[in-house]
């Protein structure tokens, strides 16, 4: 059965070209970076982000991806590149590359199959906005991305893998996940190819990314529709 249609809500990103207007915002996914009790926000291309203020006081930070709504107070403090207020932000599924298990790698990973939406890297993590078919009984889908080979034979050919667990397909959902790409071997300053093998409703299709392990040869990433509470489904 292929991807059922959804409604996306498109997020709004206001200009500030008048100013530092509390009414202008920004989506963007950002990386989560705990500081004693609080915390500070690492945009992709480096830039620091410090919340002076927010409307999440409850938010416990974890070293994460999460996509933030936020708008610029000031610019460079101490520091920091810019002050911001937090107006919402929600943690990503993040996640390390799985291990590799060889001829156990379907049972364990699944090969239920999604539709990407769109797959970058930014932050050295690899983000994927996806969707797939579930059915009614609450089971949280399991969503990996996973070695094609044992070792560092193919260090930089990889699987996105679903497992439905044999969910039903009744209805469509999206979701958000950032795999952290650290593991990968360094490579020295150099661009190599990153693929990734995807099994989609249309088939088998494979991606393939410039990745640079140095950050600052890294890209951004971003996507076009966010609505809270799209991870909710994933583990």
């Known amino acids: 059965m292929g991807l059922m249609a959804w409604s996306l809500l498109a997020f709004t990103s206001c200009s500030d070209e008048d100013g530092y207007d509390l009414g202008n915002f920004t989506v963007e996914v950002l990386t989560v970076v705990p500081e004693g009790n609080t915390y500070y926000l690492l945009r992709d291309n480096g830039e620091t982000l410090w919340p002076f203020a927010s409307n999440e006081m409850d938010y416990v930070p974890s070293h994460t991806r999460a996509s933030v709504n936020y708008t610029l107070l000031s610019d460079s403090i101490p520091g920091f590149s810019h002050g911001i207020k937090v107006n919402w932000i929600e943690n990503i599924l993040t996640k390390n590359i799985a291990r590799y298990e060889g001829a156990a790698n379907d049972s364990i990973y699944g090969t239920d199959p999604v539709q990407i939406e ?118």
């Open 118 to 235: 769109a797959i970058g890297i930014g932050g050295g993590y690899l983000n994927v906005c996806f969707g797939a078919n579930f059915g009614n009984r609450g089971i949280a889908h399991y969503i990996n991305l996973v070695p094609v080979a044992e070792k560092d034979s193919l260090p930089y050919v990889l699987e996105f893998r679903h497992n439905a667990y044999d969910d039903d397909a009744l209805y469509s959902a999206r979701g958000l996940v950032a795999f952290d790409l650290a593991s990968l071997p360094d490579t020295g300053g150099e661009d190599v190819t990153l693929t990734v093998r995807v099994h989609t409703f249309e088939g088998e299709k494979e991606y393939t990314l410039p990745y640079n392990s140095r950050p600052a040869s890294q890209g951004d990433f971003s996507i076009d529709n966010y609505e809270p509470g799209i991870n909710n489904s994933w583990k």
